[in-house]
């Protein structure tokens, strides 16, 4: 059973910078989709970036596009938060699939198969 871990949340300023870590014990998620969503106290959860398997496509939700960025790196997938705003406040889930998906699918939460249990973000003065 793949399990999904975030990490890297925390408080931080407004106009700073987090870096955020999803990762599934024994298994490299090189060889999954991933999709990262948030969700702030009263609203709906919301794909924030994504990136597919095979094609390495990404996608950034408009609210975030700019200041978060996707990447891979050594069996994990991390993302790259920065211009903070107070709006990001929530707690950040990664999300995680087996196969390929299209760049705009992949910001919906409805395809994936393992989430993990969400790291906080909180922006704050």
């Known amino acids: 059973q793949l399990q999904v871990v975030e990490s890297g949340g925390g408080l931080v300023q407004p106009g700073g910078s987090l870096r955020l870590s999803c990762a599934a014990a024994g298994f490299n998620l090189d060889y999954y989709s991933v999709g990262w969503f948030r969700q702030a106290p009263g609203k709906e959860r919301e794909g924030v970036s994504c990136?597919?398997?095979?094609?390495?496509n990404t996608n950034y939700a408009d609210s975030v596009k700019g200041r978060f960025t996707i990447s891979r790196d050594n069996a994990k997938v991390y993302l790259q938060i920065n211009s903070l705003k107070p709006e990001d406040t929530a707690v950040y889930y990664c999300?995680?699939?087996?196969?390929?998906?299209?760049?705009?699918?992949?910001?919906?939460?409805?395809?994936?198969?393992?989430w993990g249990q969400g790291t906080q973000v909180t922006v704050s003065s």
């Open positions: 999300a995680v699939l087996r196969v390929q998906i299209g760049k705009l699918r992949c910001l919906s939460a409805a395809p994936y198969d393992y």
């Open positions: 990136i597919s398997l095979n094609t390495g």
